[in-house]
């Protein structure tokens, strides 16, 4: 059974950063493209990064290009997002995703995912 566990959200200051992480069980990790969603409160849930397979592919939304990368560690079953710059509107319970197919790109597609994490929350402040 696959299982994704998030950790890392909390309470920051408009400016500063969180780093997010994402361990995986169940699945050969280093054979699936890893993705990073949010959902803020009355809005649907969106796209934030996306990892290929092998680390080295990755795609952003435009919302967070430059401020955010995504990166993993195979070796931990981890993939990461690293938080910099971070903005009111980035308030949002994140979460992490495996692809549902072998050795593909990083994918913006939530139809693209088949399992996720509960989520951890990220609270901006002004």
């Known amino acids: 059974q696959v299982q994704l566990v998030e950790s890392g959200g909390g309470l920051v200051q408009a400016g500063g950063s969180l780093t997010l992480s994402c361990v995986a069980s169940?699945?050969?990790?280093?054979?699936?493209?890893m993705g990073w969603f949010r959902q803020a409160p009355g809005k649907e849930r969106e796209f934030v990064a996306g990892i290929s397979w092998s680390g080295r592919i990755t795609y952003y939304a435009d919302s967070v290009k430059g401020r955010f990368t995504i990166s993993r560690e195979n070796a931990k079953n981890t993939v990461y997002l690293l938080m910099n710059s971070l903005k009111p509107e980035d308030t949002a319970v994140y979460y992490c995703a495996v692809q549902h197919s072998r050795w593909t790109t990083a994918l913006a597609g939530m139809g693209e995912y088949d399992y996720w994490g509960q989520g951890t929350q990220v609270t901006v402040s002004s």
């Open positions: 169940g699945r050969t990790f280093s054979d699936y493209g």
